[in-house]
């Protein structure tokens, strides 16, 4: 091993601790530091990253950094140089199987790590990922495009049309189901644009992502990818769905319709919850267990709606108190065609922002106020404050999620300039964005320290 290949990516302080103790990339070591020691293999660093850390995996599969200042002594015990390569086999193909297309946008499904760069790479041909997840040639044939390479804080309008008009291409050649490779963090915002861009699909439309990259050992990627590829190729459920963990568990995965669905937690696997009502289905490796019947069933035909129009001059305000108005007089000047409000309560702002509201709507700016408790309808009868807001113009979104309503509004808007008819858009629901009641169990919370809730999650919450 050449030297530049022994302490690939080390500079600096970290380099001459490495030199110091003899201790290269790929060593099998017991690092002593006067916080404690760690056993794990010397990593390549991000040639970014800083010189003050050593990259250490841990035997329980973890990477950490381990602070050059804090090394007392490394130990070397041998040496044990990994392959993150994928393993590429050919994904077999049976004619008495269904065939599912997977669209890639950037997500990482399976994946590996880069340590020149930390960056994670995603395997996504069908080699890659029969090499991956072999389970999946038990379910369907599999096909896969990437469509996109973006982080999801990247997706827009140009990637939400170009995702809805590949779906209605892989519809007409006749594909069983299609599932969508996609980050987390927006997974929530497409899976509601493709419900109205893509509307009467005959077939399942399953997004899916993972909240831990394929190499850790904790990862959700291949079960979540399992359980997205069975519901493409099985369910009756024809709809725009998310597919991620149920519990932090692996015990299932759930089916969520792509309206009402949010990312509720950073990092937890089971982050993705249907607000305000219930998920569509459970899935496991053995089945799918439907929870609702109110679902658009597949079809054999391949009839399938595509309307990609959107306008993009439409923002979301969620309302603090003491929101000084030019937040509102900022949108009408530069050009905004729609706002979104996520208010309190029931749906209020304070009365600074008055003026700036009727503003707004005089000026032919659609305005809609949905609530910021994400559970629960917009009431704006109640109180003055509510009555008054909707007498300025600002017309009030039943229990849309804001950040459904927000693409609702760009939707309706890529459909016409006449507020009245874009107002009959956004209120009639088309793909379970308002619902008529919210269930009794639409909305739990569990309040940890509470004694009959500590022990519904000691017997249950595994």
């Given at each position: 091993m050449s030297s530049n290949e022994a302490y690939k990516g080390y500079r600096n302080e970290a380099l001459e601790t490495l030199k110091k103790f003899s201790a290269q990339i790929w060593s099998d070591v017991e690092i002593k530091t006067s916080k404690g020691k760690y056993y794990g293999i010397i990593l390549p660093r991000s040639e970014t990253a800083d010189s003050a850390h050593i990259v250490l995996k841990l035997r329980s599969g973890y990477n950490i950094g381990v602070a050059v200042k804090a090394i007392e002594e490394i130990n070397i015990s041998g040496r044990k140089e990994a392959n993150y390569k994928i393993q590429e086999k050919a994904f077999p193909y049976d004619p008495s199987k269904p065939m599912v297309k997977l669209l890639g946008t950037g997500g990482t499904i399976a994946s590996r790590l880069d340590y020149r760069t930390g960056a994670v790479i995603p395997a996504f041909s069908p080699g890659e990922l029969f090499g991956s997840v072999p389970e999946l040639a038990d379910i369907c044939n599999l096909e896969t495009e990437k469509l996109y390479g973006v982080f999801s804080e990247n997706m827009g309008p140009e990637q939400w049309k170009g995702t809805a008009e590949a779906i209605g291409r892989e519809i007409k050649k006749g594909v069983q189901g299609i599932v969508i490779g996609h980050g987390t963090d927006t997974m929530h915002?497409?899976?509601?644009?493709?419900?109205?861009?893509?509307?009467?699909?005959?077939?399942?439309?399953?997004?899916?992502?993972?909240?831990?990259?394929?190499?850790?050992?904790?990862?959700?990627?291949?079960?979540?990818?399992?359980?997205?590829?069975?519901?493409?190729a099985e369910s009756d459920i024809a709809e725009v769905m998310v597919c991620m963990f149920g519990p932090t568990s692996d015990a299932y995965g759930l089916l969520h319709r792509g309206t009402r669905v949010r990312k509720m937690h950073s990092s937890y696997r089971s982050t993705f919850r249907t607000i305000g009502d219930i998920p569509l289905a459970m899935v496991s490796k053995k089945e799918i267990h439907l929870l609702r019947q109110d679902y658009k069933r597949r079809r054999k035909d391949r009839e399938v709606t595509i309307n990609t129009s959107f306008e993009e001059k439409v923002s979301i305000v969620y309302y603090y108190p003491n929101m000084?108005?030019?937040?509102?007089?900022?949108?009408?000047?530069?050009?905004?065609?729609?706002?979104?409000?996520?208010?309190?309560?029931?749906?209020?702002?304070?009365?600074?922002?008055?003026?700036?509201?009727?503003?707004?709507?005089?000026?032919?700016?659609?305005?809609?106020?949905?609530?910021?408790?994400l559970w629960g309808y917009v009431q704006m009868y109640v109180y003055d404050t509510g009555r008054d807001i909707m007498e300025l113009g600002v017309v009030p979104c039943a229990n849309m999620l804001p950040e459904v309503a927000y693409i609702k509004l760009g939707w309706a808007l890529g459909q016409t300039n006449d507020l009245n008819k874009v107002k009959e858009i956004m209120l009639t629901p088309i793909a379970g964005e308002i619902t008529e009641r919210e269930p009794s169990n639409g909305y739990l919370i569990y309040q940890g320290g509470i004694p009959e809730v500590e022990e519904f999650i000691s017997k249950y919450m595994k």
């Open positions: 915002h497409t899976a509601a644009c493709l419900s109205f861009m893509v509307q009467n699909s005959p077939i399942p439309i399953v997004m899916v992502g993972s909240q831990r990259s394929s190499d850790r050992p904790s990862s959700d990627a291949a079960l979540n990818l399992q359980h997205s590829v069975k519901t493409a000084k108005p030019d937040i509102i007089e900022s949108l009408i000047d530069n050009g905004y065609k729609g706002i979104i409000i996520a208010g309190t309560g029931l749906g209020h702002v304070n009365k600074p922002l008055y003026p700036a509201l009727k503003r707004a709507c005089d000026n032919n700016i659609a305005v809609y106020m949905t609530v910021q408790t």
